[in-house]
Structure formats: C-alpha cells, structure tokens
C-alpha cells in the first residue's frame, strides 16, 4: 500500500477546480470574441481598399490601406471634424438638459407633496410604453410651427425637450434613488432653517451624484448614437451630425466610400468608448444605487 503525502494530495484536490477555473474562462473568452468581433471586423476592414472589402471577408486584410481614414476625414468641402463637434455640442447639451431638468422633477415626485402627485407619475411613466417614432411627427409639426425647424439656430428641436424633463426614464431613476435617501435628513434640514430648495440645494443635490452620473453617460451615449431625430431636423451639411454625415459615404447614384465610411465610424466610437471608460465606476454606482433601492 502506498501512502499518500499531504502535498500529493493537497495537489489532487486542487485539480478540479483547475479544470472548473478553465472552463469557465474559456466560455469567458468565447464570449468576449463573440462580442467583440464585429469590432474588430470593422477595425479590421476600415484599412481594406474598395476591392478587397467586396472581396476579402476576413478580419485581417491583405493591403494595408491607411488612406481611408484621410480620405474619409476629407471627403466632403470642410474636414469630417466638423461633424463630431457638431454631435459634440448637441450630446454635451443634451447631458446638461436631463441632469438638470430630470433631477428637479425626481425630486418633485420623490420628496415634495403636491396633489395629484400619483396620478402624474403615473402618466409620466406611461410614457415609456410609446416608441419614439411615434413622438416624432406631432414633435415635427410643432417644432416646425414654431418656425425652429431649419432655422438659425437648427438644433433647438434636438434640445428644447431635454431641458423639459421629457425623459421619462432619467426622471423614474433618479425617483429610485432618492426614495433611497433617509427622509431624516429632510427634517434635520427642516428644523435648521432649510426651505425646499436649500434641502434639494444641500442633502440631495451632493447625494445624487451617482444617479446623475448615470443620467449622463447614457444621454451622451444616446444622444451621440442618435440617427432618427437628428436626420429629421437636420437639413443642411454642415449641421450634421456624425451618425447622418456617415450615410453620405453610401450614394446609390454614384460610387460609395465604404473604405473611408468604416474608417470614420471606428473614429466615431471613441468619444462613447472614451467616455465610458472614464465613469465606468461611477456608472456601475449608479445602477447599484438607483435600481435596488425604491
């Protein structure tokens, strides 16, 4: 009978969980790559030329073509820059609209009482049920009516309702977070002096800063990879922004671009994929907080 030594059989026990350990990172890594394929399929083929692309389906491509990304950022009278300052300016603002606007009308619902304050909620979260195509042709003709469509200033349609706390999503989150919020700090706030606006001012404005980070990395987000509103309200070129310039790469009439058109979409993903990034823990935060709690 041979005796086993407590480091052959420490060593024994170990090895299962090696194999569990394993597998779950190769299903890992499987999903990774099955997720970030098409990503590096486009990065892939925003260096092929106009004959390999129809050709060559692959990630890796025979001719290293780096002129796209020159010809795409030069390919119209003003350089392709001109558009990402554009979606800049609108997705910048945007954020500003629903962090304000949507966090004075969580706290309105969350923490004021007025009446008839259920029944608006109600009505408030019920519009989550209608699709935005749906909003868009009443928005259209009131805009328009308005004379903003196509005017001096042709981005006021984009961001007029973000400053008037219609997204009905920012403003329930928010209402989550800060039923979360111990009400004991609005009656410590009371009894020394504080009105409405200084407990909105100094306890939950400084305590929101998780749900307002979330707030604003979606509506940048969003706002940035907006296609449908913007090419809606937006009529000349040089209002563009970066998702409408990106469909006059492709003319049905002439020959299309698609070498420089995937060169500036990989271009496009880095202010999302670099704003992301920097509040990725912050954006984490603010999910925890605002959705578990309510």
Same mark, same amino acid.
């Given at each position: 009978?041979?005796?086993?030594?407590?480091?052959?059989?420490?060593?024994?026990?170990?090895?299962?969980?090696?194999?569990?350990?394993?597998?779950?990172?190769?299903?890992?890594?499987?999903?990774?790559?099955?997720?970030?394929?098409?990503?590096?399929?486009?990065?892939?083929?925003?260096?092929?030329?106009?004959?390999?692309?129809?050709?060559?389906?692959?990630?890796?491509?025979?001719?290293?073509?780096?002129?796209?990304?020159?010809?795409?950022?030069?390919?119209?009278?003003?350089?392709?820059?001109?558009?990402?300052?554009?979606?800049?300016?609108?997705?910048?603002?945007?954020?500003?609209?629903?962090?304000?606007?949507?966090?004075?009308?969580?706290?309105?619902?969350?923490?004021?009482?007025?009446?008839?304050?259920?029944?608006?909620?109600?009505?408030?979260?019920?519009?989550?049920?209608?699709?935005?195509?749906?909003?868009?042709?009443?928005?259209?003709?009131?805009?328009?009516?308005?004379?903003?469509?196509?005017?001096?200033?042709?981005?006021?349609?984009? &961001?007029? %309702?973000? =400053? $008037?706390?219609?997204? !009905? *999503?920012?403003?329930? /989150?928010?209402?989550?977070?800060?039923?979360?919020?111990?009400?004991?700090?609005?009656?410590?706030?009371?009894?020394?002096?504080?009105?409405?606006?200084?407990?909105?001012?100094?306890?939950?404005?400084?305590?929101?800063?998780?749900?307002?980070?979330?707030?604003?990395?979606?509506?940048?987000?969003?706002?940035?990879?907006?296609?449908?509103?913007?090419?809606?309200?937006?009529?000349?070129?040089?209002?563009?922004?970066?998702?409408?310039?990106?469909?006059?790469?492709?003319?049905?009439?002439?020959?299309?671009?698609?070498?420089?058109?995937?060169?500036?979409?990989?271009?496009? &993903?880095? %202010?999302? =994929? $670099?704003?992301?990034? !920097? *509040?990725?823990?912050? /954006?984490?935060?603010?999910?925890?907080?605002?959705?578990?709690?309510?």
């Amino acid at each position: 009978m041979v005796a086993t030594t407590p480091t052959a059989a420490r060593s024994t026990r170990r090895r299962p969980g090696n194999g569990r350990q394993f597998l779950r990172l190769a299903i890992l890594v499987g999903i990774v790559g099955v997720v970030l394929y098409p990503l590096i399929w486009m990065v892939g083929t925003s260096f092929k030329s106009q004959a390999e692309i129809v050709n060559n389906i692959g990630l890796v491509p025979e001719v290293f073509t780096p002129g796209n990304y020159t010809s795409g950022w030069t390919n119209f009278d003003f350089s392709f820059g001109r558009f990402f300052l554009n979606s800049a300016m609108v997705s910048l603002l945007t954020v500003v609209g629903n962090a304000v606007s949507c966090l004075l009308a969580a706290y309105a619902f969350a923490r004021l009482r007025f009446r008839l304050r259920g029944m608006w909620f109600t009505l408030m979260i019920g519009t989550l049920l209608l699709p935005g195509h749906v909003l868009i042709i009443p928005q259209y003709i009131l805009f328009r009516s308005l004379g903003l469509v196509g005017g001096d200033w042709p981005y006021l349609p984009l &961001l007029i %309702p973000q =400053f $008037l706390a219609t997204e !009905a *999503f920012f403003i329930f /989150l928010m209402v989550q977070f800060m039923r979360g919020i111990p009400r004991e700090l609005d009656e410590a706030a009371k009894i020394d002096g504080a009105t409405a606006f200084g407990i909105f001012r100094h306890v939950i404005l400084p305590l929101s800063r998780p749900a307002l980070v979330t707030t604003a990395i979606f509506s940048f987000i969003w706002t940035w990879n907006d296609f449908f509103r913007q090419l809606v309200f937006l009529s000349e070129l040089q209002d563009y922004t970066v998702p409408v310039a990106l469909t006059l790469f492709i003319d049905s009439t002439s020959a299309s671009a698609v070498g420089p058109m995937f060169a500036m979409s990989v271009l496009s &993903l880095l %202010p999302v =994929f $670099l704003f992301f990034l !920097a *509040f990725q823990r912050l /954006l984490v935060e603010g999910i925890n907080t605002s959705g578990l709690k309510g």
